[in-house]
């Protein structure tokens, strides 16, 4: 069914945090409701609409940035109580604004999520979750990695208390009072956690979830255990999931699924009866262009005009604003012409009004400015602006998403790397970008590059695609459209196993390679060492007294194990390469700590074989696609000569066919087949490392048999040298 939405534009607030915009309930369903948002000014604001216009109810004052709002209530009564954290504080605040409520968590960090039902309050910081009822500790958990989202399944249905944590490691834990019940392992790093129809459905024990890589789920969480229900892939490649809600806006009595993303777009899912998603009935609506900025919250409701329901969005840049299902206000003229109705007449007219009230403020503002700024005694202030910044590694293509969002027009971005990295195409870039030569010899940069973005561009999406056994440092300079002209500076960590991800299990029979290493060093010191050289891993040292992670390489699909506790870790993989540059890293971090490490390793001959067919599939790929680019010049010319390519046979036919698509493959993969041939060369160098050989003299041979690739002639050059 196709479902037609219109963009209308409500109110801005401040910047706005994940899950900070909600819709109060009113008696009635097709009522207009009351909106709640909150920001990173600390503000509250409560308004409704009027003949059109937003009308305030009310706003609270400045403070602590505002990191969530959530309603609540006695159960079984209308959930209209407004609950914010901020900080460590929790406050509470009725429909009208007055606040009832000033709670300290005691916690050492600040809330980062926050869930109420009834007089129960679940809080959680970075890893620490508590729960309290009526404002009295209750349950206490230390969680394994980052807790993103905590959600309780209804007690007036389910009969008991059920918290769900959304952790970064791939993770729903269940727990129980302060114990874990059981755990849900998941596609992504959930983001988010909502109730099925807001209320779990009809056991109320239905629970969605959505991925930082924009994957969505159902998961059933009975008494016996975990159900998982369905997954929706992200095969569109879209941003991800920042906020979920359910909400029948199709009118078919069935709730839809309501999504908002970090890269600002809105889906709305329908579900046939057996509650499976359909495809989105509406994917990319054109507002998400327009405002480029994340949907940070999203709820459905009616809130424009009676009657008409809608889907309401907050943006990180703190644009409230409705998808309505009501019609644009235009009415047919006199021959054909379309006219504005006298209430859309009304409301321009204000605007311009206001426009100009604003030009006039902003020209005062200015010259009051250079009347200051001409005095002895003036001091110029820096302008303070957001950042929201995500630096992630995208699994399908290996290379690492760099999304820069700032509350005001970005300038220019500069690029500079201490690491040898590639810039990767990105469709939804439209930014100019230049290059400045680098000396890495002298000043260590491999990498400046400039870019410069087109007017109103809040947004920056990049990918870049690093290296493994080289690591340093990426750093951002963002410069905004502000005066006087400021910059922030971003540092994101290049580490030496970068293309590895967090995965839930490897596949133990494959020919695996083992280092080993034994010293005087602290659980907290090998763990750190770890968090060092691969992605993913928590920053704090893991409860317990050992601890194992799994890994798997984005570029290859090689495995990693690590298994380690005070003095002794060991580390197993499929690939010698991995192997080779953990035993350099940990090697030099225990010597800058002069820490004594003892260590040992067994190489699996059976592994580089391995390996070698693994890396076949993606160099035979890359050397035919090379070979067809190289033809593609030539071929046009002989059908410009020709007059036409019928005469070609069909093998170079389908390659004139496809020429365009094929450049753009081969733009958007830089260096991809030196990058092959690297991995290739390194697993040479490393496997005859480690007996003790060094045989870089071999590797012109090496790459004269790469040149006239064949997989079988290369496995015999491995196995002869």
């Known amino acids: 069914m196709e479902l037609n939405l219109n963009h209308v534009d409500y109110l801005q607030v401040g910047v706005t945090s994940q899950k900070t915009m909600k819709l109060l309930p009113t008696v009635g369903r097709k009522a ?56 460590s504080e929790v406050r509470g605040y009725t429909k009208k604004g007055k606040q009832f409520l000033t709670f300290e968590a005691n916690l050492t960090e600040s809330i980062n999520a926050m869930h109420v039902s009834g007089a129960d309050l679940f809080v959680c910081a970075s890893y620490i ?89 159902l998961v059933q969480m ?12 992200n095969e569109k490649k879209k941003g991800g999931v920042l906020c979920i809600d359910t909400f029948d806006i199709v009118g078919d009595g069935v709730k839809d699924i309501l999504v908002g993303r970090d ?66 206000q235009m009415v047919a003229g006199p021959g054909d012409e379309i006219k504005m109705s006298r209430e859309t007449q009304g409301k321009v007219a204000a605007l311009r009004a206001e426009l100009e009230q604003f030009q006039m403020k902003v020209l005062q503002g200015r010259e009051k400015y250079q009347q200051s700024s001409q005095s002895s005694t003036a001091v110029s202030a820096v302008p303070v602006f957001s950042i929201n910044d995500k630096f992630t590694l995208c699994q399908d293509d290996a290379s690492y998403s760099l999304t820069l969002e700032v509350q005001t027009a970005i300038d220019n971005l500069l690029l500079q790397s201490d690491v040898p990295i590639d810039l990767l195409d990105v469709d939804k870039n439209s930014a100019v970008v230049s290059f400045s030569e680098c000396d890495s010899e002298s000043n260590g940069n491999f990498l400046l590059a400039t870019y410069r973005c087109q007017a109103n561009t809040t947004r920056l ?8 056994g080289q690591y340093g440092t990426l750093q951002a300079y963002v410069t905004p459209r502000l005066q006087p002209k400021t910059c922030q500076v971003r540092q994101y960590q290049i580490k030496p196993l970068s293309l590895h991800q967090r995965t839930h299990a490897i596949d133990q029979e494959r020919p695996m390679n083992t280092l080993r290493l034994t010293g005087q060093f602290s659980f907290a010191e090998i763990h750190s060492w770890v968090v060092f050289c691969l992605p993913e891993v928590p920053e704090k ?45 940990l090697s030099k971090e225990a010597t800058k700590r002069k820490i004594n490490l003892n260590i040992s390793y067994e190489v ?19 050397l035919i696609l090379a070979k067809k680019v190289q033809l593609i010049d030539a071929l046009k010319e002989l059908q410009v000569h020709e007059g036409n390519a019928d005469f070609l046979i069909p093998e170079y036919r389908s390659i004139l066919d496809e020429s365009a698509q094929l450049l753009e493959e ?26 003790g050989q060094n045989v870089k003299t071999k590797v012109s041979q090496l790459l004269a048999i790469l040149n006239n690739y064949e997989l079988d002639s290369l496995m015999e050059f491995f196995s002869e040298a």
């Open 129 to 217: 979750y508590n729960h309290y009822c009526d404002c009295k500790d209750q349950d206490y958990y230390l969680s394994g990695d980052k807790i993103n989202d905590v959600l309780c399944l209804p007690v007036e249905t389910v009969g008991h208390i059920v918290p769900i944590l959304a952790c970064q490691d791939r993770v729903l834990r269940v727990l129980q009072g302060s114990d874990l019940q059981f755990d849900v392992e998941v596609p992504g790093p959930p983001t988010v956690l909502e109730l099925l129809n807001r209320d779990g459905g009809k056991g109320g024990e239905e629970v969605l979830y959505g991925t930082a890589d924009g994957k969505l789920g």
């Open 222 to 233: 009975t008494k016996s255990g975990p159900i998982t229900s369905w997954e929706l892939d």
């Open 604 to 622: 699996n001959e059976d592994s580089v074989s391995h390996t070698l067919r693994m890396i076949h599939p993606k160099l035979e790929y890359q």
């Open 461 to 468: 999406e990049l990918k870049v695609r690093s290296i493994e």
């Open 32 to 87: 207009t409701q009351k909106v709640v948002v909150a920001d990173y000014d600390g503000v509250v604001t409560g308004f409704g609409m009027k003949k059109g216009e937003a009308v305030p109810v009310f706003k609270s004052l400045p403070g602590q940035k505002i990191s969530r709002l959530e309603l609540g209530g006695a159960l079984g009564t209308p959930q209209e109580k407004i609950f914010v954290s901020s900080g």
């Open 666 to 691: 081969y733009k958007k993969q830089p260096a991809h087949l030196e990058r092959l041939y690297g991995m290739i060369t390194d697993l040479f160098i490393d496997k005859f490392k480690f007996k």
């Open 263 to 328: 890269d600002g777009t809105v889906g709305v899912y329908g579900l046939d009866s057996s509650n499976e998603p359909m495809l989105p009935i509406y994917g990319t609506p054109s507002f998400c262009l327009k405002l480029n900025s994340s949907v940070t919250s999203i709820q459905g409701g009616c809130v424009g005009k009676d009657m008409y329901d809608e889907v309401l969005t907050a943006t990180y840049t703190g644009w409230v604003s409705g998808l309505t299902t009501e019609p644009q």
């Open 541 to 585: 040292t893991p409860a317990g007294d050992n601890i194992t992670f799994y890994f798997q390489n984005t570029f290859l699909g090689t495995h990693l194990e690590a298994t380690y506790c005070k003095g002794e870790a060991n580390f197993k993989s499929d690939n010698i390469s991995t192997i080779s540059i953990l035993k350099d890293v």
